[in-house]
């Protein structure tokens, strides 16, 4: 009997030559090695934040906030970008607010925890001004730069008037100065900056935290008047979407369907198809197609983000243009290694004499610069940077998590994964899978090739300057 059940168990091993068992033990231990792999990597790269536990219900204001605080400390062991001098001067200042908590008003406490949070100097790792202004009353008014003009791009019904106003003061302080009262909130670039400070500059109780207690309107007018106004700010809406301020290009795009959006006079091409992430089209007199990448993952509709980058690969080399525009203007990131195969083939499916234009601005981030930068090092002599400055450096932390504190609701993130896209990045665990999978990508710069930022006259008029100058470059 037990030598019928040893035969039976060994069968296997003497019916199936050994050098399949050997394969199979190289496949089960590549497949192990690289569960372990993914299973090691989310743990350091996207480490939860887990609030103290037993705090119960704050009896005050004051513990209230010092529960906050001690949450606020998980910033500094989960943030993997400082060194050890930011560390010191992030743990003075958190120590610093332990002692002034209790007296600052909640917009004030706000705000001293973004200032902390800015101590970290990263793109990636700041504080979240949609979230920070959700609680608060607002003014009846949405704004966002051209330039170095404000200008007013929502509004709520009956104050129509004011859509397209500049505006140029608040409480008697140009808007630029207004705005840098706010700058040491928020780590990153100035061109990144730009594109959610607004946010702050129309909420009243943020106002007043920079010294501006009356914020008495001086708005500018096509026709040439100039008014003083003081609005009534308007109560928070449940449910109401969140929007950097650098989003009201597109008039689509409303916090409720109720606010009035600014609408261009025609309607230009990157504003052809609001309602997808991504899309094609070609342009016949250019010899070229235009690729619209505005997200780096998948939208609402029924193309994945995969999907849609092999079918616009085929679609694009059956066509076989001289010219390929990338526009991800309004790109924030997402998923960088879907597009990677698609970035790195631009260069080829325009031929060794074609051109790559690749459209940038503020908005410009995370993964869409790494688009940039997989294009650029693929095909550096083909490649064309056109817009404006992107939204980060070229070195920057990203991964980690958000986190939110339990009382006043603050909320924003801390970075465990490094991205050197001018030197390249090594270490197992300090370079994200994704950064591992794609890298090294290694680039001398990102600079903007052709200066053609979009204008409050051309988006008025539904033109775009970053295509006119690429239509001139063409022609000429």
């Not at 003009?149 to 302080?173: K, N, Y």
């Not at 096509?222 to 290009?249: K, M, Q």
Request: with cysteine.
């Amino acid at each position: 009997m037990l030598a019928q059940t040893v035969r039976f168990l060994t069968a296997p091993f003497r019916l199936i030559p050994w050098y399949v068992w050997l394969v199979a033990a190289a496949v089960l231990a590549w497949l192990g090695r690289n569960i372990l792999l993914i299973i090691a990597t989310i743990i350091a790269f996207h480490p939860i934040p887990v609030p103290p536990i037993f705090q119960g219900e704050p009896a005050d204001i004051a513990e209230a906030r010092a529960q906050d605080l001690r949450h606020f400390h998980h910033v500094r062991r989960n943030e993997r970008s400082m060194d050890e001098a930011m560390k010191q001067r992030f743990d003075a200042a958190v120590a610093a607010l332990e002692h002034e908590a209790a007296t600052l008003s909640d917009a004030g406490f706000q705000l001293a925890l973004a200032r902390v949070q800015a101590i970290i100097d990263n793109g990636h790792s700041n504080a979240s001004a949609t979230r920070m202004v959700a609680p608060f009353d607002r003014l009846p008014i949405r704004t966002t730069w051209f330039g170095p003009e404000l200008r007013v791009m929502r509004v709520v019904p009956g104050r129509e008037a004011l859509l397209g106003a500049r505006l140029t003061h608040i409480g008697d302080v140009p808007v630029e100065r207004v705005m840098d009262r706010f700058r040491d909130a928020f780590g990153g670039v100035d061109a990144s900056f730009r594109t959610f400070a607004p946010l702050l500059m129309e909420t009243p109780a943020f106002l007043a935290e920079v010294g501006i207690d009356d914020p008495v309107l001086r708005l500018s007018f096509e026709d040439g008047r100039t008014e003083n106004l003081s609005l009534t700010a308007i109560a928070p809406v449940e449910g109401a979407r969140r929007f950097y301020s650098g989003d009201w290009i597109v008039p689509d795009w409303l916090e409720t369907e109720d606010w009035l959006a600014v609408q261009p006079q025609a309607e230009p091409l990157y504003l052809r198809h609001t309602d997808r992430g991504y899309w094609l089209e070609p342009l016949p007199e250019l010899d070229a197609v235009y690729l619209n990448i505005s997200r780096n993952y998948d939208d609402d509709g029924d193309e994945g983000l995969v999907d849609f980058t092999v079918r616009a690969e085929a679609e694009i080399a059956a066509i076989a243009p001289t010219v390929l525009i990338v526009d991800q203007r309004l790109n924030g990131g997402g998923d960088l290694t879907i597009t990677a195969p698609l970035m790195r083939r631009l260069g080829d499916l325009v031929g060794p004499d074609g051109r790559v234009y690749m459209l940038t601005s503020g908005n410009t981030f995370s993964a869409g610069i790494v688009n940039l930068a997989m294009a650029k090092q693929a095909a550096p002599e083909q490649t064309v940077l056109v817009g404006s400055a992107i939204g980060d450096r070229l070195q920057f932390w990203a991964e980690g998590w958000w986190f939110s504190l339990p009382n006043s609701g603050f909320r924003a993130r801390y970075s465990t994964g490094f991205y050197d896209l001018q030197n390249g990045c090594q270490g197992i665990f300090i370079c994200h899978w994704g950064s591992q999978r794609i890298m090294p990508v290694i680039v001398d710069d990102l600079d903007i090739d052709v200066a053609a930022p979009l204008s409050w006259d051309a988006y008025q008029a539904g033109r775009d300057p970053a295509l006119e100058a690429i239509r001139a470059l063409e022609a000429g």
